[in-house]
């Protein structure tokens, strides 16, 4: 595995992003993959997904959002507590679920206890849960409010043509994301996914130009590899929001499986699709980020899902789907059981794990499930 994308992946504070900081470059983070990175980098900002990695207990997020919610946003909470995210000049939230939507004001309250946790820049970053006329609408308004609100923050100004640029680069950073996931595909697969998960996560802490580069560079590498799937059971990954890649590993562990695919919010989900790069930017944008949106927090699209999972499952030659949701999450734990039983009328195996968010994973259950589940798929 590349040692860059690995750090990038491990880590809540890279040398990529030591090194903007020290440069006097602006970081803001950014909870979930709704908000355009396209309007940060064009005004000159580094835009760094917020992550729960590196947590070691969770006292402080117990304390303000309660014991019955999701773990990610509690794991948030707590490095935001202990000084981990003070690299941050701005963060930007968005409700992706309610969990994550009270982020926004648990942080906010925290900081009242926690002196100097809440960045100068704090903003909510409202989205629908439909992508009818209004819903686009309102999301483009949403956009346009961002842009000026940045602009009066930072003291810049954030360019149709500059936007548009950046369009372009995180263009070329989808696809070869693209690339990458066709490689994954063949049969003679020559990357884990393990590594292929890191690299879409490093994708979200980066500044793209060196994603982008870097990116360019490792598809070359494995293309010229022995292949590393021969005989495994080929495993779909997809469901609540992980940025561990700590999980894909621990299927990987087993000898004969390797993850070919996944559906999260962290993986290629979101870099799937191409923006637009004619017409104006904020509707382009808004097409990209809404218009696309597959994610279970949109109303009415579960058919689109489960179509868009099955045409993943047969393009990867996909043995078997491990769903995993955090506890407590609705979205996720709600839909998987419709997933189940419409993929296993398929015939397509499926294992459901509910587990505490990233670090907080119990391994030795887990392992023990996903074992036998591939023991499962052999028998088929």
């Given at each position: 595995?590349?040692?860059?994308?690995?750090?990038?992946?491990?880590?809540?504070?890279?040398?990529?992003?030591?090194?903007?900081?020290?440069?006097?470059?602006?970081?803001?983070?950014?909870?979930?993959?709704?908000?355009?990175?396209?309007?940060?980098?064009?005004?000159?900002?580094?835009?760094?997904?917020?992550?729960?990695?590196?947590?070691?207990?969770?006292?402080?997020?117990?304390?303000?959002?309660?014991?019955?919610?999701?773990?990610?946003?509690?794991?948030?909470?707590?490095?935001?507590?202990?000084?981990?995210?003070?690299?941050?000049?701005?963060?930007?939230?968005?409700?992706?679920?309610?969990?994550?939507?009270?982020?926004?004001?648990?942080?906010?309250?925290?900081?009242?206890?926690?002196?100097?946790?809440?960045?100068?820049?704090?903003?909510?970053?409202?989205?629908?849960?439909?992508?009818?006329?209004?819903?686009?609408?309102w999301f483009k308004e949403e956009i346009v409010r961002l842009v000026n609100s940045l602009e009066k923050h930072f003291g810049v100004k954030?360019?149709?043509?500059?936007?548009?640029?950046?369009?372009?680069?995180?263009?070329?950073?989808?696809?070869?994301?693209?690339?990458?996931?066709?490689?994954?595909?063949?049969?003679?697969?020559?990357?884990?996914?393990?590594?292929?998960?890191?690299?879409?996560?490093?994708?979200?802490?980066?500044?793209?130009?060196?994603?982008?580069?870097?990116?360019?560079?490792?598809?070359?590498?494995?293309?010229?590899?022995?292949?590393?799937?021969?005989?495994?059971?080929?495993?779909?990954?997809?469901?609540?929001?992980?940025?561990?890649?700590g999980l894909v590993e621990l299927i990987e562990k087993n000898r004969d499986a390797i993850v070919v695919a996944e559906n999260l919010c962290?993986?290629?989900?979101?870099?799937?699709?191409?923006?637009?790069?004619?017409?104006?930017?904020?509707?382009?944008?808004?097409?990209?980020?809404?218009?696309?949106?597959?994610?279970?927090?949109?109303?009415?699209?579960?058919?689109?899902?489960?179509?868009?999972?099955?045409?993943?499952?047969?393009?990867?030659?996909?043995?078997?789907?491990?769903?995993?949701?955090?506890?407590?999450?609705?979205?996720?734990?709600?839909?998987?059981?419709?997933?189940?039983?419409?993929?296993?009328?398929?015939?397509?195996?499926?294992?459901?794990?509910?587990?505490?968010?990233?670090?907080?994973t119990e391994t030795g259950r887990i392992q023990m499930r996903i074992q036998a589940f591939l023991e499962r798929i052999s028998s088929k």
């Amino acid at each position: 595995m590349s040692n860059f994308f690995y750090e990038a992946a491990t880590k809540i504070l890279n040398s990529s992003i030591t090194e903007w900081k020290e440069n006097g470059g602006k970081i803001v983070g950014c909870t979930c993959s709704y908000v355009p990175g396209e309007l940060l980098h064009a005004a000159g900002i580094l835009p760094v997904r917020i992550r729960g990695i590196e947590t070691t207990g969770t006292d402080i997020g117990d304390a303000y959002f309660g014991p019955f919610i999701c773990s990610f946003p509690k794991c948030v909470l707590q490095l935001v507590g202990k000084g981990k995210y003070g690299f941050l000049d701005g963060t930007i939230i968005t409700p992706g679920c309610d969990s994550m939507r009270r982020l926004d004001e648990c942080w906010r309250k925290a900081g009242e206890d926690y002196e100097g946790i809440v960045p100068p820049y704090f903003y909510y970053f409202d989205v629908p849960h439909k992508t009818l006329p209004h819903g686009m609408k309102w999301f483009k308004e949403e956009i346009v409010r961002l842009v000026n609100s940045l602009e009066k923050h930072f003291g810049v100004k954030i360019e149709d043509d500059a936007v548009k640029d950046s369009i372009a680069l995180y263009n070329k950073g989808r696809h070869l994301l693209k690339e990458l996931e066709e490689l994954r595909k063949d049969q003679d697969v020559r990357v884990t996914g393990t590594e292929a998960f890191a690299v879409t996560i490093a994708g979200t802490v980066l500044p793209r130009e060196v994603f982008t580069t870097r990116l360019e560079q490792f598809i070359g590498e494995i293309k010229n590899r022995e292949p590393v799937g021969r005989g495994k059971k080929r495993i779909m990954l997809i469901g609540s929001i992980s940025d561990d890649i700590g999980l894909v590993e621990l299927i990987e562990k087993n000898r004969d499986a390797i993850v070919v695919a996944e559906n999260l919010c962290f993986g290629v989900r979101y870099e799937g699709h191409m923006i637009s790069e004619s017409g104006e930017p904020v509707d382009a944008l808004a097409e990209g980020y809404l218009g696309g949106s597959i994610c279970p927090r949109m109303f009415g699209k579960y058919k689109e899902r489960l179509a868009l999972l099955k045409q993943k499952i047969d393009e990867a030659a996909v043995d078997g789907v491990i769903m995993q949701n955090i506890r407590f999450c609705d979205l996720h734990g709600s839909e998987h059981g419709l997933f189940e039983r419409d993929l296993e009328k398929a015939g397509i195996p499926c294992l459901k794990l509910e587990r505490e968010y990233g670090p907080l994973t119990e391994t030795g259950r887990i392992q023990m499930r996903i074992q036998a589940f591939l023991e499962r798929i052999s028998s088929k």
